[in-house]
């Protein structure tokens, strides 16, 4: 409420004046603060139909030298085109990984591919870069934080074909002693056969030539 300090010794003309310089007043002031007001109203307007969505879903863990997709959807146009850039964490200061293009496809629907051929396991980061002429909103998935942990075959020293055809080698001598040894133990022994007893020609003979003799002496004797 607005009070009109006007002294007693004015006119009434005076009064009416004054009381509509005061309408006056008011009456810019209200232009003015309507004036404001529909700015604001404005520019949330144009803000909220310019912020756009992107969303995406990754793994949290995979092993070094494997691939991963980020598959995802967004409000932004068919076609829009961005990077997702991959950073190691450090303790001090991050390095940079990698930068990967990506497409907004039909629908909004996104994929991205990425392969961790050479990264070494550690605590990584990806963000999804801004465009100036398109804002995103406070809704996006714009940064994801994921582990890459050692895979199965690091930390093992690599055979060559001359150290394993060695280690075969070994392997299959030592289990031919061991199956020779083990069937010597487990089986029962068999006695050797005696050799057969082999005439000699000479006794043959002199036995035939005795037996000539006896019968020639018993011939004579019966001719005398």
């Known amino acids: 409420m607005v009070y009109l300090n006007i002294p007693d010794g004015d006119t009434?003309?005076?009064?009416?004046?004054?009381?509509?310089?005061?309408?006056?007043?008011?009456k810019s002031?209200?232009?003015?603060?309507?004036?404001?007001?529909?700015?604001?109203?404005?520019?949330?307007?144009?803000?909220?139909?310019s912020a756009?969505?992107?969303?995406?879903?990754?793994?949290?863990?995979?092993?070094?030298?494997?691939?991963?997709?980020?598959?995802?959807?967004?409000?932004?146009?068919?076609?829009?085109?961005?990077?997702?850039?991959?950073?190691?964490?450090?303790?001090v200061g991050n390095k940079q990984v990698g930068k990967f293009p990506f497409t907004i496809g039909a629908?909004?629907?996104?994929?991205?591919?990425?392969d961790t051929a050479g990264w070494e396991p550690g605590t990584?980061?990806?963000?999804?870069?801004?465009?100036?002429?398109?804002?995103y909103g406070?809704?996006?998935?714009?940064?994801f934080t994921f582990t890459v942990a050692e895979s199965a075959g690091q930390g093992q020293p690599e055979q060559t074909p001359s150290d394993a055809t060695t280690a075969t080698s070994v392997t299959t001598t030592g289990s031919t002693e061991q199956a020779?040894?083990?069937?010597?133990?487990?089986?029962?022994?068999?006695?050797?056969?005696?050799p057969a007893a082999k005439t000699s020609p000479v006794a043959v003979w002199t036995a035939l030539l005795g037996l000539a003799a006896v019968a020639?002496?018993?011939?004579?004797s019966e001719r005398e």
Do not use: C, H
């Not at 629908?107 to 990425?114: M, P, V």
């Not at 020639?216 to 004579?220: E, Q, S």
């Open 107 to 114: 629908d909004g629907i996104w994929t991205l591919k990425i």
């Open 216 to 220: 020639g002496v018993f011939a004579v």
């Open 12 to 26: 009434v003309n005076d009064k009416i004046f004054t009381f509509f310089r005061l309408l006056l007043i008011m």
């Open 180 to 194: 020779a040894t083990q069937s010597a133990q487990t089986s029962p022994s068999t006695p050797t056969p005696a």
């Open 29 to 49: 002031v209200s232009i003015k603060v309507l004036f404001a007001f529909a700015v604001l109203l404005t520019a949330a307007a144009v803000g909220s139909v």
């Open 138 to 143: 406070g809704s996006s998935d714009i940064a």
């Open 52 to 91: 756009y969505v992107i969303n995406f879903e990754a793994p949290s863990e995979i092993s070094s030298g494997d691939s991963f997709v980020l598959s995802g959807t967004s409000t932004l146009p068919e076609g829009f085109s961005s990077e997702v850039v991959v950073f190691k964490k450090a303790q």
């Open 124 to 135: 990584y980061s990806l963000e999804v870069q801004k465009d100036s002429d398109y804002s």
